[in-house]
């Protein structure tokens, strides 16, 4: 009798949890019916490049404006590991400014570029380009040597013309 009860307890058991499913699914309520998707969507249109832009705060490349910092570029040393650095210069000193840095004027050092820099200056991009010199202070290979002397394969400073020959 005993291994009849020990039996029978398991499957009344099992009984119980099937019958209180069942309720449990019958008390549900129906799910509305869904009205048919129509086939033709809307046609997407192209994105607006320029908003995109705009919002996200960049510009184009050659759209920066020149900057109005009392700067001069001096140098630009672009490095791969981030540790990049320009060499400016004030009225009074020039000093090596690295990426994040504030300038004398209040603007932010942002990016540096070989031949220029990017400052953040009143919530807008503005560039720093490096400055062609007035006259070169090397002469390229072939130039005109001094009579007598052998052409040289290095560059060497140009002597300013001052009509007088050396």
């Known amino acids: 009798m005993v291994r009849l ?3 029978a ?11 209180g499913e069942w309720a449990f699914r019958r008390d549900l309520p129906v799910a509305p019916a869904v009205a048919p998707i ?4 809307p046609v ?4 607006n490049h320029a908003a995109v832009v ?8 050659d759209a920066l404006a020149r900057s109005a910092e009392p700067l001069q570029l001096r140098a630009s040393f672009v490095a791969s590991s981030g ?7 004030g009225t009074r000193e020039q000093r090596m400014y ?15 570029e070989a031949g220029r820099v990017v400052l953040w200056r009143n919530g807008r991009e503005e560039m720093l380009a490096l400055e062609r010199p007035a006259r070169r202070s090397l002469a390229p290979l072939g130039s005109a040597t001094p009579a007598g002397a052998a052409p040289s394969s290095h560059l060497r400073p140009a002597l300013p ?6």
Not at 98 to 112: E, F, I, M, N, Q
Not at 161 to 166: A, I
């Open 9 to 19: 307890v398991p499957l009344a058991y099992g009984a119980w949890l099937a019958w």
């Open 161 to 166: 013309d001052t009509g007088v020959n050396p």
């Open 54 to 61: 705009t919002v996200l705060g960049l510009q184009a490349r």
């Open 44 to 47: 997407a249109q192209p994105l």
């Open 83 to 89: 540790a990049s650095s320009a060499l400016l210069a």
């Open 38 to 41: 129509n086939s033709a969507s």
């Open 98 to 112: 690295r990426v994040g840095d504030s300038l004398p004027g209040g603007s932010v050092l942002r990016r540096v």
């Open 5 to 7: 009860l020990l039996g």
